[in-house]
């Protein structure tokens, strides 16, 4: 059975930093896109961060140039780097990749910018 497991998230204040990672079992990432989404409370989920198969990256304006999205192939796992962290980016974290028509989601996870 195909998971993606998100983790990294946390309490941090505005300005700060966190790395969230999406480790995947029962599915290569590097062969797919593997992309980052996030929901805040009452709104809907929003892309965040896409790393493609062959590395290249795209970013939500919002989110740019203040995220960095990686890869780590050994791992199988994506990274989502967040520095200068504003309390607007409070939400659930989510990784989603696709395989053979199939999406795959991560379970999430909160970040939380806040003094």
């Known amino acids: 059975q195909v998971q993606l497991v998100e983790s990294g998230g946390g309490l941090v204040q505005p300005g700060g930093s966190l790395e969230l990672s999406c480790t995947a079992s029962?599915?290569?990432?590097?062969?797919?896109?593997v992309a980052w989404f996030r929901q805040a409370p009452g709104k809907e989920r929003e892309w965040v961060a896409t790393?493609?198969?062959?590395?290249?990256?795209r970013y939500a304006d919002s989110v740019n140039p203040r995220f960095h999205v990686y890869r780590d192939n050994a791992k199988n796992t994506v990274f989502l780097q967040m520095s200068s962290l504003k309390p607007e980016d409070t939400a659930i974290y989510y990784c989603?990749?696709?395989?053979?028509?199939?999406?795959?989601w991560g379970q999430g996870t909160q970040v939380t910018v806040s003094s």
């Open positions: 989603n990749t696709n395989s053979r028509g199939r999406a795959y």
């Open positions: 029962k599915i290569t990432l590097s062969t797919n896109g």
């Open positions: 790393v493609a198969s062959g590395g290249a990256t």
